[in-house]
T-cell receptor, first 112, second 112 residues
Framework: QQKVQQSPESLSVPEGGMASLNCTSSDRNFQYFWWYRQHSGEGPKALMSIFSDGDKKEGRFTAHLNKASLHVSLHIRDSQPSDSALYFCAASASSGSWQLIFGSGTQLTVMP | GPKVLQIPSHQIIDMGQMVTLNCDPVSNHLYFYWYKQILGQQMEFLVNFYNGKVMEKSKLFKDQFSVERPDGSYFTLKIQPTALEDSAVYFC??????????FGEGSRLIVV
């Protein structure tokens, strides 16, 4: 079983809509989370990290972590076509991201 | 933002031959990583490297793989000999030891 599971595999939202992505760690040691975004033909780029229970907001992006269930979500408000990309959740056993384990990704398409 | 450069961007190589993938990490970063991605899907951790040593490696980091960073130059991934299943995009990443990995644009390796 993979340590980090993501859902859904793919997601389509209209421009201006809200996109919600989910991620769960199956290993209680891996409880430090990141969200990365990868546009086609590029390397992944970090969007944000979240280590504490609750919400963390950066611009249009809000991450929510529930440490008890090891569930983290990413919500993208006012989605733009440029947000269309592969979104990865990644988890580590420490805040130093020493061995970052990635989920299988959610392909987001924002329709103009 | 900080840039990780990878050379070459693409390489086609005959099975059994040696290949070296080069990475110029972010200046002043001390932690280096290689990840493997097949068909634009999951990012799979291969190895991390610090202070001239491999700190952790995954099962994907076969005996044919090696990494080094001689005298602070490129951080390299060498595969010798290559196999068909080594075809993938290899991403180098670096970090300062903090919470964010910075990835390069990837080296696409095709083994024929």
């Amino acid at each position: 079983q993979q340590k980090v599971q993501q859902s859904p595999e793919s997601l389509s939202v209209p421009e201006g809509g809200m996109a919600s992505l989910n991620c769960t760690s199956s290993d209680r040691n891996f409880q430090y989370f990141w969200w990365y975004r990868q546009h086609s033909g590029e390397g992944p780029k970090a969007l944000m990290s979240i280590f504490s229970d609750g919400d963390k907001k950066e611009g249009r992006f809000t991450a929510h972590l529930n440490k008890a269930s090891l569930h983290v979500s990413l919500h993208i408000r006012d989605s733009q076509p440029s947000d269309s990309a592969l979104y990865f959740c990644a988890a580590s056993a420490s805040s130093g991201s020493w061995q970052l384990i990635f989920g299988s990704g959610t392909q987001l398409t924002v329709m103009p | 933002g900080p840039k990780v450069l990878q050379i070459p961007s693409h390489q086609i190589i005959d099975m059994g031959q040696m290949v070296t993938l080069n990475c110029d990490p972010v200046s002043n970063h001390l932690y280096f990583y290689w990840y493997k991605q097949i068909l634009g899907q999951q990012m799979e951790f291969l190895v991390n490297f610090y202070n001239g040593k491999v700190m952790e490696k995954s099962k994907l980091f076969k005996d044919q793989f090696s990494v080094e960073r001689p005298d602070g130059s490129y951080f390299t991934l060498k595969i010798q000999p290559t196999a068909l299943e080594d075809s993938a995009v290899y991403f180098c990443a670096s970090s300062s030891g903090g919470d964010t990995l910075y990835f390069g644009e990837g080296s696409r390796l095709i083994v024929v």
